[in-house]
């Protein structure tokens, strides 16, 4: 009994994927990739003649995922370091709960976060004529997955020994001089599967997205242009549409696709943890 | 005042609290320059404690509290003006385990120097820019890439520093390896060989040998003697056999009070105080 709470995380995994795959595959045959992927026009409903290309789709999960990231990276890993070496004991504790508060806010929060908060603020900030565009959704995602890298980022710094740091301070080295010289290079490994996991999470999330992305497919000029991503089009259409249909295995084949994206960054993350531990 | 300039260190009435727990009490003490002095007693006796006292690394545990005087080269290190890193520079520890930091052998050696020359470092980096910008001109006006010199002085420091604690032969053609992939006894020579680029007057060592076997304890004991004179050497350690056989003047200290002081063979032959020769017996500790 135990051996099969054990082995369904397997078997669910291979179950979704085998489900996802079987709906999507009877496109395979009559599907021309280099449409799929690299053609930004998506008109999936039109009558007489549909166009399936989800390069729009990309573009604009890749944009906000990337813009979300630049904003991430340095508040996540910056408080990764804050937490781990230059708090007290209390502070740490206080911001650890925050932190994993602020994971446990849900997604359709932050959606809605995006369009009463983020959107006016954007438009009275920027002077543009909509809030809910990339930049709206960036900086959602990077909320979203700043709780992720801070606690793997912070475990990474706690698992480098403290000798390091005592070595470093009695040759003098400041604070700083010991986080950069010697704490960033020895967790370098754990920080990047950090880094790896947000993105996986930035990746993968669909309501916020959906709700403060302006939801308009088209290739981004800037962060104030509106996009759309994968999963925002699949949790909008799906529902609209007939089982079965050409535009349905379509949207099954998006799936397929997040699915190897957000596998190939979680399987680089864990290639990255093992890197530390075997060391 | 005269023999002031004899004694590296000396404390006055130094007390250390971790939180309410009193780890030294009252402890005066003056540890003569340029000999090794051991400190040694049962585990919690404070001698690691006041060992860390002479650095100040003790500080790092926030619930540390001092008072008394430390004189370290005749100067109270908890004068407002005194600066940490300065004071580590000239203090330099040595640890239990070796603890080289997890780049290559020839940045731990060259580590000291290069986060106490930081605006050497930055200087070095701009010049290096303007060169390549120079070239992209087409102007290289002579002069080869700057920083070329530095890092001259740096091989040099190297080469220095490794042959001075006999590592240099071994590992002049492994500079670029790990420094954690060493043996252990390398490991811990090229702790003390890190620090030697500071030009340190005193070195703290916090039992150097407890992590390694009879060769490498050897190894480090002889060092030990080539390196006095020149240096004030201040031993922590378990082993009472070590403490004989290496230091010039040894402390006992029992549950955080100093108990005697004084020349080793003196205090091993003819210990002043009962607990001295109870511990030195082997009766407890």
């Known amino acids: 009994m135990i051996r099969l709470c054990g082995i369904s ?253 957000t596998f190939a960054v979680n399987l680089i993350a864990d290639l990255a943890v093992r890197g530390v531990r075997k060391k | 005042m005269s023999d002031a300039a004899t004694k590296s260190i000396t404390t006055r009435d130094l007390n250390l609290w971790y939180g309410k727990f009193q780890a030294l009490k009252n402890i005066n003490v003056d540890i003569r320059q340029g000999l090794i002095t051991g400190l040694i007693g049962p585990s919690g006796c404070g001698k690691t404690t006041l060992l860390r006292c002479f650095n100040r690394v003790n500080e790092r545990y926030g619930n540390v509290t001092t008072t008394g005087e430390i004189r370290v080269l005749d100067r109270n290190i908890y004068d407002a003006d005194v600066s940490l890193v300065e004071l580590r520079k000239s203090v330099g520890m040595v640890f239990q385990r070796p603890n080289p930091m997890p780049i290559s052998v020839y940045e731990n050696v060259v580590f000291g120097l290069r986060i106490h020359n930081r605006a050497r470092d930055l200087l070095g980096t701009r010049r290096k820019k303007f060169y390549r910008f120079a070239k992209r001109l087409g102007a290289t006006a002579g002069g080869g890439p700057a920083g070329t010199s530095r890092r001259i002085d740096l091989d040099e420091a190297v080469e220095k520093a490794l042959t001075e604690v006999g590592l240099w032969k071994d590992l002049k053609d492994k500079l670029q390896v790990k420094a954690n992939t060493l043996q252990l006894e390398q490991q811990q020579k090229l702790c003390i060989a890190r620090l030697l680029p500071l030009k340190p007057e005193i070195i703290l060592m916090d039992e150097p040998c407890s992590a390694l076997d009879v060769e490498g304890t050897r190894a480090i004991e002889e060092l030990m003697f080539a390196m006095k004179g020149r240096y004030t050497l201040v031993i922590v350690t378990h082993n009472m056999a070590q403490a004989r056989r290496t230091s010039d003047e040894c402390i006992f200290m029992l549950l955080g009070e100093l108990i005697e002081h004084n020349r080793t063979a003196d205090l091993f032959l003819q210990p002043q105080n009962p607990k001295t020769a109870e511990y030195i017996e082997g009766r407890y500790g």
């Open chain 1, 9 to 261: 995380a397997i078997i669910f995994v291979f179950g979704i994927f085998f489900f996802v795959f079987r709906e999507g595959a009877p496109f395979l045959a009559k599907l021309d990739w280099s449409q799929f992927l690299f053609s930004p026009d998506w008109i999936p409903t039109s009558q007489t003649q549909p166009k399936y290309g989800v390069g729009a789709l990309i573009v604009g999960t890749l944009s906000v995922t990337v813009l979300a990231m630049a904003i991430a990276v340095p508040f996540g890993l910056g408080a990764a370091v804050f937490v781990s070496e230059f708090c007290g004991k209390a502070t740490k504790e206080t911001l650890k709960i925050v932190i994993e508060l602020l994971a446990a806010i849900p997604s359709v929060v932050w959606g809605f976060i995006g369009l009463c908060v983020l959107n006016p603020l954007i438009i009275q900030t920027f002077h543009t004529p909509i809030g809910v565009n990339m930049l709206n959704g960036a900086v959602l995602l990077a909320l979203m997955s700043v709780p992720i890298m801070v606690s793997i980022g912070e475990d990474a710094l706690k698992a480098v020994p403290d000798s390091y740091r005592e070595a470093g301070l009695a040759l003098g080295a400041t604070r700083w001089q010991i986080v950069y010289r010697i704490l960033l290079p020895a967790a370098k490994n754990g920080l990047l599967a950090a880094v790896l996991l947000g993105v996986g999470r930035a990746i993968g999330e669909t309501m916020a997205v959906l709700m403060a992305t302006g939801h308009s497919v088209r290739i981004p000029h800037s962060v104030f242009d509106p996009v759309r991503t994968l999963t925002a089009t699949i949790a909008a259409e799906l529902g609209e549409t007939s089982k079965g249909s050409e535009h349905y295995q379509v949207l099954f084949l998006i799936g397929i696709l997040l699915f190897s994206i």
